[in-house]
Structure formats: structure tokens, C-alpha cells
């Protein structure tokens, strides 16, 4: 018999990523074939043509220059002042909603999402999220005794599901009275889906019906983790403005990440950003997320924190850091463009991409096509329910050429 030390409740499958053991089989293929060969569309992170990882000069250039002292410090629980008022700067840009803000500081959104799942719902709760959708949220609400409840992201006409959601959300309000629904926008991942500021309004006058009822607690977790890469200038942060004067139950956290926008993925930074029409609201999401976030991580990177400060509150190091973004901005947007008008010619299914590093491909057996793309030396990843492709990795004269081959292999 096996031997077993863990405590029941962290029994978990003994498997891998399969992400990153994709990507290291399209890595030994570049070794083997040479790196012009093949498609590595793997990643989440923005990848040069090359292949080499961006990561921005304007950042790196600023935390190098820090003083070690700075780097070295613990930081606050809650994040340093400055981190505080440039995350929200940065986020909501000129649409900051006129209401009650409190933010917090993370290890990266997902310290965002752990900070809602954990402290919006009760064990044995069910949080709703699009049945497309990033799967660590399954793993951070199974891992709390809490589950992962979905709604069909799109309808039969490919229009967002805004029925399907709503009648998700007024089930799971009736049987809970309380619900965290997750909507990764804009710039979804995996389908690159933003909602738009008329599906917004939809979405809010839905809620607001529902918080007449004055039992029901409802928390929209907006996980904001690719905005930097949505739409023209500001755009896609208009919505933000419309989570001025909601009713006292309806409480929004934003999900920011400083992973994507500012490149740092491994430096761990975000933050937790709640909004509400109730002082005490945000007052208490700040203390349930202080403690939290001391259970959990204790504090955030100081080095980060005093990176993004110091570039939001300069304006010249704000100037070349926006530029230095806008570009792979476009170089993004020239990617997906590439994929979508090649998808389009060979009659590659896809479903409604608008912005961001992923566009995804519907298909009945996911798995088996990645293992015949991968015998092209395509390397896409398998999802439940299609194969999901990363723009943000893969140069634009690859972009042009994989659809075609994706389509004979699901043919
Ligand atoms: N949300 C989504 C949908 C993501 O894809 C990611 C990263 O891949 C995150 C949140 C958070 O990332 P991080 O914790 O690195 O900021």
C-alpha cells in the first residue's frame, strides 16, 4: 500500500500542468527541428518574434535603478501608499466610478481572485463564471471547499450569453443568497471576449433588479488581468465609470494584475480593488482581505510596488512606459489580425475574439487535435472544449499560416 501524509482535504491528482508540458515539448522541438519550424502558441506572455520574453525597458530600467534598501524592505499587508494610488490610476484611468475605493494589495490577480472566493462565499458555495474560462479559478474555489459554476458564454448566435448568465445567477441567488460571479473581461481568457458597455448595462440593470431583494449579496470580481492590451486608448475602461452610486449590496471587486500590463509576471504584483456605494463596505473588504492576506502571503513585493509608483507618478517614466506598451499593443493587435482574416479565408471556426493574448477554437475532440497539431509542430493548448491559441506568443507570419493547418487537422 502506498504511503500517505497529507491531510485528506489536499489529497489532489498527482498530474502536471499541461500547459507548461506542452511548451516544453514544442521547446525540444525547436531544439530538434529549429525554432523557424514551429509554432509555440503555449504561452501567456507576451513573446518577441524572436521568441524571447518582452519584458518592458521603462520598467526594468526603473527597478533596477531602485536602492537595495527599497527592494529589500517588507512591504505593507495592505501595499505601499504609492502602489495603492498608482494601481488605482492605472486601472481605471479617467473612469474612476464615483463611490467608495479601497484596494489592497496581491501576489498578482490571482491573489484578487482568492481574496473574493474566499471571502464572498460560504463553504460548499458555488461561484459563477463563463463555462469558457481560466482554471485556476476551479483550483482556487476547490482548493476552499468552495465550486465552479457556469454559464454558456455564448448562444446559438454567437452573441454573448446574457439569458443563460442571468438565469445562473437568479438559480444560484435563490438557493445561496449570495453570489461571486467572476467575468474575466475585457480581453478574456481563453476566447479574448470584452464585454461590451451595452452587455454592462444589461448585466447591472439585471442586478439590480435582483438586489431588491435586500437579502441577497451579490459581488461582481471583474478579473482585469489583460485590460492593457484591450481597445484604443481608454475605451475599454469606460465601464469602469458605471460602478458609480449601485445599491449597497452589490459589491465590486476589480482584479488588477501587473503581471501583463507592466510585464511582470514573476514579480508578483496586483492588487484587490473594491468598489462600493457603502463606506463600511469597503472598510470591511479591506480588513477580511488584511487577514487574508496575512493567512496567506503576508505582503506583497516591495520592489514591484515602488516600481509601479515611481512610473505612474513621473510623467516623462510614464510617457516612455505607455509608448513602450502601445507598441506591443499593436504588435498584438497585428497578430490576432493576421489569424482572424487567415481563419476566416480557410473557414477556421472561431469564436468572437475582440481583444487580448488568446483566441480559441471550438472542437469536438481538443485533446486529440493538439497531439495531430503537435505532429506539425503546432503547439496549441487543449481545453475542455476547444483548442485555445496564444496570439501574444507567436510571431505575425505564423499567425497567418497555423489556421489553415488547424483547419485540416480538424477536418
Ligand atoms: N486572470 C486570468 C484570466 C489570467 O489569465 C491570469 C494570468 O494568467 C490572471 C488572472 C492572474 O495572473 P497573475 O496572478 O500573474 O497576475
Given at each position: 500500500m502506498l504511503t500517505s501524509m497529507v491531510a485528506e482535504h489536499a489529497?489532489?491528482?498527482?498530474?502536471?500542468?499541461p500547459i507548461f508540458m506542452i511548451a516544453a515539448k514544442a521547446e525540444e522541438a525547436k531544439k530538434k527541428f529549429?525554432?523557424?519550424?514551429?509554432?509555440?502558441?503555449?504561452?501567456?506572455a507576451l513573446i518577441e518574434d524572436d521568441g524571447s520574453l518582452v519584458a518592458f525597458n521603462s520598467v526594468y530600467n526603473t527597478f533596477k535603478e531602485l536602492d537595495n534598501a527599497s527592494i529589500a524592505a517588507y512591504a505593507p499587508i495592505e501595499g505601499t501608499k504609492g502602489f495603492l494610488d498608482a494601481v488605482e490610476k492605472n486601472c481605471f484611468g479617467?473612469?474612476?466610478?464615483?463611490a467608495h475605493i479601497k484596494t489592497v494589495a496581491t501576489p498578482g490577480g490571482t491573489g484578487a481572485v482568492k481574496h473574493a472566493v474566499w471571502n464572498y462565499t460560504n463553504p460548499g458555495d458555488k461561484v459563477l463564471t463563463s463555462d469558457?474560462?481560466?482554471?485556476p479559478y476551479n483550483t482556487i474555489a476547490e482548493e476552499i471547499g468552495r465550486s465552479v459554476e457556469t454559464f454558456k458564454t455564448f448562444d446559438e448566435e454567437g452573441n454573448y450569453n446574457l439569458k443563460n448568465l442571468k438565469q445562473k445567477a437568479e438559480d444560484l441567488l435563490n438557493s445561496q443568497k449570495r453570489l461571486v460571479l467572476i467575468l474575466n473581461t475585457?480581453?478574456?481568457?481563453?476566447?479574448g471576449y470584452s464585454i461590451s458597455d451595452e452587455e454592462w448595462d444589461e448585466i447591472l440593470g439585471f442586478f439590480k433588479k435582483e438586489s431588491e431583494d435586500k437579502d441577497n449579496k451579490i459581488t461582481i470580481l471583474?478579473?482585469?488581468?489583460?485590460i492593457e492590451f484591450?481597445?484604443?486608448?481608454e475605451e475599454r475602461k469606460k465601464?469602469?465609470?458605471?460602478?458609480?452610486?449601485?445599491?449597497?449590496n452589490i459589491f465590486v471587486i476589480v482584479g488588477f494584475s501587473a503581471s501583463k500590463g507592466f510585464t511582470m509576471y514573476g514579480l508578483r504584483s496586483g492588487a484587490a480593488i473594491g468598489i462600493s456605494s457603502k463606506k463600511e463596505v469597503v472598510e470591511e473588504f479591506f480588513y477580511a482581505c488584511l487577514h487574508s492576506g496575512r493567512a496567506n502571503w503576508s505582503n506583497g513585493t516591495r520592489g514591484a510596488m515602488e516600481t509601479i509608483a515611481k512610473i505612474t507618478n513621473n510623467e516623462e517614466l510614464k510617457g516612455t512606459y505607455e509608448k513602450e506598451k502601445n507598441n506591443y499593443k499593436k504588435l498584438l493587435r497585428k497578430r490576432a489580425d493576421a489569424f482572424v482574416s487567415e481563419a476566416e479565408k480557410v473557414g477556421l471556426e472561431l469564436l468572437p475574439y475582440r481583444d487580448g493574448f488568446f483566441i480559441s477554437i471550438p472542437c469536438s475532440d481538443p485533446q486529440r487535435a493538439s497531439e495531430k497539431l503537435m505532429e506539425k509542430n503546432i503547439f496549441v493548448v487543449p481545453l475542455k472544449k476547444g483548442l485555445r491559441f496564444a496570439v501574444c506568443a507567436v510571431s505575425e507570419d505564423k499567425c497567418k499560416i497555423a489556421p489553415k493547418e488547424i483547419k485540416e487537422v480538424l477536418k
Open positions: 489529497k489532489w491528482p498527482a498530474k502536471s500542468d529549429g525554432a523557424d519550424k514551429v509554432i509555440n502558441s503555449t504561452l501567456g479617467n473612469n474612476r466610478p464615483s469558457w474560462y481560466w482554471s475585457p480581453a478574456h481568457n481563453p476566447t471583474v478579473d482585469a488581468a489583460y484591450a481597445g484604443e486608448e465601464f469602469f465609470s458605471k460602478f458609480s452610486g449601485l445599491p449597497e
